[in-house]
Structures are given as structure tokens and as C-alpha cells.
């Protein structure tokens, strides 16, 4: 028994150590971020933050974008199976396109970016760590963490909430499909049917939520990264790790998000 | 004065002694070879060197200023006056060999581009890769890195050249190319240089002084002639090159002994 209670106080100082590692590099990447602004910045951070921008979100656009029409498609045929019976199917109108914004949109995008990219960072920093080139950094007098989480941060910043745009237009577009089908219903009307039932507030809290796990994907990626310690094989276990970790905390983050706007909203 | 100073310097990992109080001091202008077996605590001493890792007791004073207690940018200052030149090379793979050398002069000087890329034209050429700027680190031989490593090292006129195993995984030819290299550096630029080694050929080439290091501690420091003429059980080991008595039939003849009489065999 006392070994139990024993290890439970040592697994949760650990999970305690973890989230102050995570917050401890938040503030410091924080601070670098200055640097990779263009004109006030340096400018090389800023080219590496564009490269990275390129890197987050470009090249993930295609397959965002199919995965949120499929996610789309999914949402509408489950909702109308069900509201079919009521005799209210276009209220799956309104279900892609409030789920999408508020949910669906910045989830699905993170889950995306953290499998693309949250692996990568954790990789390409481990890397760095084993062959000695973070090592390199520090005595050339550069910091670390500006030369490589900053642009990494400022990168994601900008292009997450830009990828879940996308991603919402695409799952929303997938509810069109649906309901064409389905009643025959045109584009324009459906475009309005949809603008009528969104929110602005709708639309701002999924762009906030997206902000929040940019952060998280490219705070955990780059700690599992600078933890790589020993050879090849641990920069792999650290990629595994960034991709869990991030994914988790993520859908942590999303709960408390979307308990702030529930309790915040005027009903 | 002497340019760089140990005293007293102490390390622990994890109340296993790694550096034993060592004291050493190296002069302006001379080569300094610290040579010592696996596990003697060679790269640990380089690493506190650096201010890479921050000891347990002691001091490390580099051109009047101690690395164990000055703040980070008086560090930084510092770190500007030393090129190190790691084992691995650790050149940044995403840059190409130009970019690698010009990246300090880049970032830390305010030098126009025309004169940078000669200056990295100068450094390329004074190591032999006057026509290989524009390749991809990864498109070079192991050779040529450690090459390159040394001409970005050399980038902003250090007064200090570090080399951590500059021969490893090179071939004798290769080996005895980086000695000349170190040699002519010194020679040409006129810097201290502090060589770790455990290569008894090349420590003897390029060394003014040598610091036998042995699990922790110093054995002897003194010139060539010294050490070569020491009677200290331990150099005269490392020198003559006799192996300890791991894998001998007596030796592993008394682990089976001990093995067949043991609880486990004989119940």
C-alpha cells in the first residue's frame, strides 16, 4: 500500500515537473518571439518563421482540407440520420456549421499538425541535441531558443488558426454536398442558411482554441525534443512522445476551452 | 596571466566523482593537449570549459572572467573570443557549408555581405574547401566536415580554438591532415589552442604542453619531453599502450569459478 501511495506521489510530481517545463518554455519562447517579428526582429528569424509557416501550414493545407471534407460529410450523414426523424433536417445546417467552428475545425486541424508537424519539431531538435549542434549554438553565442523555438512558434501561431479556417470552410462545404443530395438544396441558400446560424462568437472561439494548441504542439514537441538524451533511438522515442503528449493536451485544453465559452455565454 | 585557469574544479553526476578537484592553467599562445582514456572525464572538463554545464565547485576563469558565476551575457561576450570545433563536426544540415561559416559573422558583426562571403572565402580556403562552399554538409566525407567545423570556428577570429577528438572516425591520413590544420591555424592566427584527444600520435605532434587526465584528476601536466619521460604507473600504462586485465583465460577462468559455485547453479 505504501508503495502504491508511494508511486502515485512520484508519478504525479512528475506530470507536476512536466507542466512546469511546459510553462517554464512558454515564457521563454515568449520572450524570443520578439526577435522573429519582421522590421523590430532579426531577420533571419523572420525568414526561418516564413519557412516555417510554409513547413505548419501550407504543405498540410491538401490534406486538412480533405480530411475536413470527410469529417463533414461524417457530421451531416450521423446528424440527418437522426434529425430526419423529426422532420428536421435542416438543422444539419446549423449542426456542420456551429460544429465546425466552434469544434470540429480546430480540433481536427491540431490533431493534424501535431501528427505532421509536433513529430517533426520534436525530431529535427533531437537531432540537434545528439549531434551536438544545440551544444554548437550555445558557444557561437547564440540562444537556443530563439535561434530554433521561436521561429517554430511564431510560425504555428500564424499558420494553425489559418489552417482551421481552411478547415472549416471545407466541413462546411462537405455539409453542402449532404444536404444537395439529400434536398436538393443550392449553394447560395445554403451559404445563408449557414451565415444565419453562426455567431461571430462562434468563429472567434475556435480561432482562439487554435492559438492555444499551436502553442501546445510546438511547446511539447520542442521540450521531448531538448530531453533527447543518448543516441538515435531516443530522438524516436521522443517523436512518439511529442505526438501523444501534444494530442492529449490538446483535447485536455479543448475541454477547459469550451468550458470558458459554455459558462461565459449569455443564455 | 594565464589565458584560461582551472581551479579546484569538482563534478558529480549523481554523487559519482567525475572531475576531482583539477586545477590547470593555460598560456597565450600555446597548445594545449588534454589527453586521457575513455572515462576520464576529457569531454566533462571540455564541457565546463565551455560553461556548457555549470560544476559543482571550483572555477574556470577565461581572459579574467569566471564562467561559473558570470551572468549570461557576459558569457555570451565571452563565447564570441572561442571557437570550438566539436566531435561530430555538428554542422547545421539545413545550410550549406558557406552559410554554416557565415552564420556568426552574419548575426554578430555588422559586416557588409560582400566582405563576409569573402572572409568565409578566406576560412574555406584555410582549411582546404575553397571550392566546396555552396555543398550540403551532408554531401561532404567525415574529413571535410571537421574541416568545414574548423573554418566556422575560426569565422569570428577567436583567441581561443577548442577541438573535442578532432582525429575520431578519421582514417591516419585524414588525422594527420586536421594535426597540420591545427598547427598551421595556430600558426597563422596566432591563438591559444586547447585540443582534447585520447590519440597519443597527434597529441605529441601538436602539443606545446600535455595534461594527462585519469579518472578525475591530473596525473602530470608538462611538456612532451615530460610526459614521455614520466614514470607514473599510469601514463606508462596509457604510453606503451598495455591493456588492463579484463578478458585474460586467468581472469575469465575465476568469473566461471565463481559463476558454477553460486547459489543460482548449485542449489
Request: glycine letters at 8%; charged letters at 20%.
Amino acid at each position: 500500500m505504501a508503495k502504491f501511495i508511494e508511486s502515485v506521489g512520484r508519478d504525479t510530481l512528475k506530470r507536476l515537473e512536466y507542466v512546469g517545463g511546459l510553462s517554464i518554455g512558454l515564457w521563454a519562447a515568449v520572450r524570443a518571439l520578439r526577435t522573429t517579428l519582421p522590421v523590430i526582429g532579426n531577420r533571419y528569424r523572420w525568414k526561418a518563421s516564413i519557412v516555417q509557416m510554409f513547413q505548419i501550414g501550407v504543405e498540410a493545407t491538401p490534406m486538412v482540407g480533405l480530411m475536413a471534407l470527410c469529417c463533414g460529410f461524417i457530421l451531416a450523414m450521423q446528424g440527418g440520420s437522426e434529425l430526419r426523424r423529426y422532420g428536421a433536417l435542416s438543422l444539419v445546417i446549423d449542426l456542420v456549421a456551429i460544429g465546425f467552428t466552434r469544434e470540429m475545425g480546430p480540433l481536427l486541424t491540431a490533431i493534424a499538425v501535431s501528427g505532421r508537424s509536433g513529430s517533426a519539431i520534436s525530431a529535427e531538435i533531437g537531432t540537434m541535441v545528439v549531434t551536438e549542434e544545440i551544444d554548437t549554438l550555445k558557444v557561437m553565442a547564440f540562444e537556443p531558443i530563439e535561434f530554433v523555438v521561436a521561429p517554430k512558434l511564431l510560425g504555428a501561431l500564424i499558420a494553425v488558426p489559418c489552417l482551421t479556417v481552411v478547415c472549416n470552410v471545407c466541413g462546411i462545404f462537405a455539409g453542402w454536398i449532404y444536404m444537395f443530395f439529400s434536398t436538393h438544396l443550392g449553394l447560395k441558400l445554403y451559404v445563408r442558411e449557414v451565415l444565419d446560424s453562426l455567431v461571430l462568437r462562434d468563429v472567434v472561439s475556435g480561432l482562439i482554441k487554435s492559438i492555444a494548441f499551436a502553442a501546445i504542439i510546438v511547446l511539447v514537441g520542442c521540450l521531448e525534443g531538448f530531453r533527447v538524451r543518448g543516441g538515435p533511438e531516443a530522438v524516436g522515442r521522443s517523436t512518439t512522445a511529442a505526438v501523444v503528449k501534444s494530442t492529449f493536451l490538446v483535447i485536455v485544453a479543448d475541454m477547459f476551452f469550451t468550458a470558458i465559452f459554455y459558462f461565459t455565454e449569455k443564455h | 596571466m594565464s589565458i584560461i585557469s582551472v581551479r579546484n574544479l569538482v563534478v558529480e553526476y549523481g554523487g559519482r566523482r567525475v572531475l576531482d578537484g583539477l586545477n590547470l592553467d593555460v598560456e597565450e599562445g600555446e597548445t594545449m593537449v588534454l589527453l586521457g582514456g575513455s572515462g576520464a572525464g576529457k569531454t566533462t572538463l571540455l564541457r565546463n570549459l565551455l560553461g556548457l554545464e555549470r560544476p559543482q565547485s571550483g572555477s574556470v576563469v577565461i581572459k579574467g572572467v569566471d564562467i561559473t558565476r558570470c551572468s549570461k551575457a557576459e558569457l555570451k561576450r565571452l563565447r564570441r573570443s572561442i571557437g570550438v570545433s566539436f566531435q561530430s563536426a555538428a554542422l547545421f544540415n539545413s545550410l550549406t557549408v558557406e552559410e554554416n561559416v557565415a552564420l556568426a559573422l552574419r548575426e554578430h558583426t555588422s559586416l557588409a555581405p560582400a566582405i563576409i562571403e569573402m572572409d568565409v572565402w578566406m576560412k574555406l580556403a584555410a582549411v582546404g574547401l575553397a571550392g566546396f562552399g555552396k555543398l550540403y554538409p551532408q554531401e561532404l566525407s567525415g574529413g571535410m566536415r571537421k574541416r568545414a567545423s574548423v573554418a566556422r570556428a575560426l569565422a569570428l577570429d577567436p583567441e581561443i580554438l577548442v577541438f573535442d577528438e578532432p582525429s575520431a572516425g578519421l582514417d591516419p591520413i585524414v588525422a594527420a591532415e586536421l594535426d597540420d590544420l591545427i598547427l598551421f591555424s595556430r600558426r597563422v592566427f596566432q591563438m591559444t589552442v586547447v585540443v582534447v584527444t585520447h590519440e597519443l600520435a597527434s597529441a605529441f605532434r601538436i602539443a606545446d604542453r600535455i595534461a594527462m587526465l585519469y579518472q578525475g584528476s591530473f596525473l602530470a601536466v608538462g611538456t612532451k619531453d615530460e610526459i614521455r619521460a614520466s614514470q607514473n604507473p599510469h601514463i606508462r600504462q596509457f604510453l606503451d599502450r598495455v591493456p588492463d586485465n579484463i578478458a585474460t583465460t586467468h581472469v575469465v577462468e575465476s568469473f566461471f569459478q565463481k559463476y558454477l559455485s553460486s547459489p543460482e547453479v548449485t542449489p
